[in-house]
């Protein structure tokens, strides 16, 4: 089965770090995912630019409505991912739990699904 981690993150967190301490970080992050890579659970993982840089794109009816970031109403972001293969939830979760990133962010697991179950 396909499990999300998803590392949302504190809204501003990234911008109160140092460069230093933000690339040793990442440099954690890379490891954890050459770790996962190695026991054949990940499928893939990527760090997100900040919500600064994005945009979000609503379309109710014909007019569609588009946010450029940040956004005020945000406490927090999307800040990577990390797609695995697990057997369970359980083993999911364990994975989750060792992830540097739930250190200084939140780590939801999601099992990927179709919207309508």
Do not use: H, N
Not at 37 to 61: F, P
Not at 93 to 107: D, G, H, K, L, N
């Amino acid at each position: 089965m396909a499990y999300m981690l998803l590392i949302m993150e504190p809204a501003g967190q990234r911008q109160s770090r140092s460069e230093a301490e933000g690339r040793a970080l990442y440099e954690r992050m890379l490891r954890y995912s050459a770790e996962l890579k190695e026991r054949g659970l990940l499928r893939m993982s990527q760090s997100l630019k900040t919500d600064s840089e994005g945009a979000r794109v609503q379309r109710r009816g014909e007019r569609p409505s588009i946010v450029d970031g940040p956004f005020a109403e945000a406490k927090e972001m999307v800040g990577g991912f990390f797609l695995l293969t697990c057997q369970t939830l359980a083993e999911a979760i364990t994975i989750a739990r060792e992830c540097p990133a739930a250190e200084w962010a939140t780590v939801e697991v999601r099992e990927l699904g179709p919207c309508f179950e």
